[in-house]
Nanobody, 115 residues
Framework: VQLVESGGGLVQPGGSLRLSCSTS????????MKWYRQIPGKEREMVAT????????DYADSVKDRFIVSRDNSRSMLYLQMNDLTPEDTAVYYC?????????WGQGTQVTVSA
């Protein structure tokens, strides 16, 4: 299983970023996928999740109505569209999957929201 995030960077408050997660090593369309984020010194927290074939999404209250999670099962890709970003969204963002009773994560991508 391999997960590779990309798309992070520095953005001003109110700006937008789109994160991508390229996956391989498992049947992507069959798996529940998740985006988490982590601030140094704090626990990793759930940002958004999305079911396999149906694509039903769920969000943390802190990002609801600002972030949109999506997936392209034909390309084994996961996305996170982040809008109206605030400094509180600054974190390392990870995509993850639970495969055969084990959690797999990518290396993370840094998102920094600052003026």
């Amino acid at each position: 299983v391999q997960l590779v995030e990309s798309g992070g960077g520095l953005v001003q408050p109110g700006g937008s970023l789109r994160l991508s997660c390229s996956t391989s090593g498992f049947t992507f369309s069959s798996y529940f996928m998740k985006w988490y984020r982590q601030i140094p010194g704090k626990e990793r927290e759930m940002v958004a999740t999305i079911t396999g074939r149906e694509g039903v999404a769920d969000y943390a209250d802190s990002v609801k109505d600002r972030f949109i999670v999506s997936r392209d099962n034909s390309r084994s890709m996961l996305y996170l569209q982040m809008n109206d970003l605030t400094p509180e969204d600054t974190a390392v963002y990870y995509c993850g999957v639970r495969f055969r009773a084990e959690d797999y994560w990518g290396q993370g991508t840094q998102v920094t929201v600052s003026a």
